[in-house]
């Protein structure tokens, strides 16, 4: 009797090891791939901050010396205002004026137009901010050889300046003022559709249509392939849709405006990039409201409530914080979206911030990936500041959802 006891006792050893190393050689790949992981997305930022900042070596078409006898950047407001009056032509000033009174501007603006407009400077060359800081004096006896007449200093690319300008054909001029609020009015155009169609779409899927009905399941298999298509098909289809076929609406002809006589604005934009995050937000919020327990459909139902009161006051709270997840993912997917801006008309350079649902628009995507498309080294290192001005964008939104998320939470506990 104990030798059968024991064979039996011996195995379930055996595989109890076997399990275990099993599960070290699992933990093993996980711990990897988590890693890999990290790895690679330190990489990506190390790339993007390293190109953001650095050395800039200028040559001035003015001296600034020649302007006033101390550095520029120690000048008062009303010895900028004198600069500029001495040195711009009479015609330029009545201009400058005529937009605003140069004694009204800031300090900021004023030296922005001695910068820009007096001395010109030229960028000659630029490097990135890990040979700019570990091999400053070698970079300093080569710029010295090559350049000795010009102005060396550290170039914050992502800075005050750069938030506040408009599009610019020079890259130390320009900024992503424009590209920036067009994102924005984007992505809310974008939620403003896609989330209430989203959500109602899997509440009746969820809680009204029938399984066993042929056309429920038909729906319900599409709009699972759906998630997998390309962006670029869905931009083919905003094209179609809203650029073409409802031109007048999108426009805003319709309604008397005009901004723009086609319907290329970024409200085909955003109504675009609605059905594109449309099958992830019903998938996502159908999976919340199948998690919630039957057994609280039933407690309602037996205390007299309606199937619409039980979905209202019990089913939606429940399934809410799960729904705002599912909305997080598809606004990270949306905000970095560039194919379908591009086929419904997004411009790569425009000088007009967009001031409603019918007008010109460029997008953060769009500004980055014309920048990386230029020759000049320095193109580069705005797109990456706009590439940390995107990410922190989309880390506020996505924070703005996870405290809803926790609010909701806590309501229920």
Do not use: C
Request: hydrophobic residues 50%; charged residues 15%; aromatic residues 8%.
């Amino acid at each position: 009797m104990s030798v059968f006891n024991h064979q039996p006792q011996q195995e379930f050893s055996q595989n109890v090891n076997k399990r275990q190393v099993v599960g070290k050689i699992w933990h093993g790949v996980f711990f990897f791939s988590t890693l890999v992981a990290i790895v690679a997305l330190s990489i990506l930022l190390i790339t993007i901050i390293n190109q953001a900042f650095g050395l800039v070596v200028l040559e001035y078409r003015v001296d600034p010396a020649s302007l006033i006898d101390k550095p520029l950047e120690e000048a008062t407001k009303d010895e900028l205002t004198i600069i500029i009056r001495d040195n711009l032509k009479s015609n330029r000033v009545r201009t400058l004026e005529r937009e605003k009174p140069l004694e009204e501007r800031s300090y900021d603006d004023l030296f922005t137009i001695v910068e820009e407009q007096i001395l010109k400077p030229d960028i000659l060359e630029s490097y990135n901010l890990i040979p700019s800081v570990f091999n400053r004096q070698e970079l300093d006896a080569e710029i010295s050889e090559k350049y000795p007449d010009a102005t060396v200093i550290f170039k914050y690319w992502l800075n005050q300046h750069f938030l506040e300008r408009g599009m610019s054909s020079r890259a130390d001029l320009a900024g992503i003022r424009i590209a920036l609020l067009g994102s924005i009015n984007l992505i809310l155009i974008t939620i403003t559709f896609a989330f209430p169609i989203g959500v109602s779409a899997a509440i009746y899927l969820e809680e009204y249509a029938r399984k066993d009905i042929w056309i429920n399941r038909v729906i319900q298999i599409n709009i699972d392939n759906l998630a997998g298509v390309p962006s670029i098909v869905y931009g083919i289809l905003g094209l179609a849709i809203f650029v073409r076929t409802l031109q007048p609406i999108t426009s805003g002809a319709i309604f008397g405006s005009t901004a723009t006589d086609n319907g290329r604005t970024i409200l085909s934009a955003g109504l675009t990039m609605g059905l594109l995050i449309l099958p992830v937000i019903i998938i996502n919020a159908q999976e919340a409201i199948r998690a919630v327990p039957d057994s609280l459909r039933q407690a309602s139902y037996g205390l007299g409530g309606t199937q619409w009161q039980t979905i209202w006051s019990h089913v939606l709270p429940q399934a809410l914080p799960g729904i705002l997840t599912g909305t997080i993912l598809a606004i990270s997917r949306a905000i970095g979206e560039t194919a379908p801006l591009i086929l419904v008309g997004a411009s790569t350079f425009i000088t007009t911030d967009p001031r409603g649902l019918f007008s010109p628009f460029s997008a953060l995507p769009i500004q980055i990936y014309n920048w990386t498309a230029m020759p000049q080294g320095e193109f580069r290192n705005i797109a990456a500041a706009a590439i940390i001005v995107l990410l922190v964008t989309l880390l506020a939104l996505n924070a703005f959802a996870i405290l809803l998320r926790n609010r909701f939470s806590k309501r229920q506990i």
